[in-house]
């Protein structure tokens, strides 16, 4: 079986992967996260997984890397992640009682093959009060987050009031997928 390369540092796509049951390795992974200014919001997670699995140096060999990013987009427009509490507030309160798209692009590649693919998940926000925003950003301190929240963190619990798509992918990685690609033995 080859060694599955997890190019993240993030908590909850380690999380995922090791909740699936694969065995993998995370590896830190440098790279320019700019894209093209022109390019639709909906191919950008996938350009960036893309510039990501490209960015890794080390020979692949006999390994399978796993890149990805997540990306929120509130009226075709990219929210990033949340510089301070005042830029969370911000954030939130514009996410309040919309509808947002969560994209995920993802990246597999081995020695022999690469694939690339965005999913797409559909978040309901009920409207929220300032001290519910408050509250959330002081008691979970959503800074490494884009869209300054967590699905799986108290506003996703009592925050969002529906989801259509995958709610992995809200999280930060399409498992169900990933994992339907590496077991399939195509890599």
């Not at 790279?31 to 990501?52: H, N, R, W, Y």
């Not at 992640?81 to 514009?94: H, M």
């Not at 947002?100 to 990246?107: A, K, M, Q, S």
């Not at 001290?131 to 979970?140: C, D, R, S, V």
């Amino acid at each position: 079986m080859k060694t599955i390369l997890l190019g993240s540092q993030s908590p909850r796509r380690k999380h995922l992967l090791k909740a699936s049951g694969l065995k993998f390795k995370t590896v830190k992974i440098v790279c320019d996260e700019s894209f093209p200014k022109e390019m639709s919001t909906g191919k950008v997670a996938e350009f960036l997984a893309i510039q990501k699995s490209n960015a890794y140096k080390s020979n692949i060999n006999n390994n399978i890397l796993i890149t990805a990013d997540t990306i929120v987009c509130l009226d075709n427009k990219i929210i990033n992640k949340p510089k301070d509490e005042n830029n969370a507030f911000d954030i939130l309160s514009d996410l309040s009682g919309k509808m947002h798209l969560v994209n995920t692009g993802v990246c597999i590649r081995s020695s022999k093959r690469m694939i690339s693919f965005t999913e797409t998940s559909k978040v309901f926000f009920k409207e929220l009060t300032n001290e519910q925003i408050w509250f959330y950003i002081k008691n979970y301190k959503p800074f490494d987050k884009a869209g300054a929240y967590g699905i799986q963190d108290w506003i996703g619990l009592t925050g969002i009031s529906r989801i259509e798509g995958d709610y992995f992918n809200i999280m930060g990685l399409p498992i169900n997928k990933v994992y339907e690609w590496i077991v399939s033995g195509n890599f």
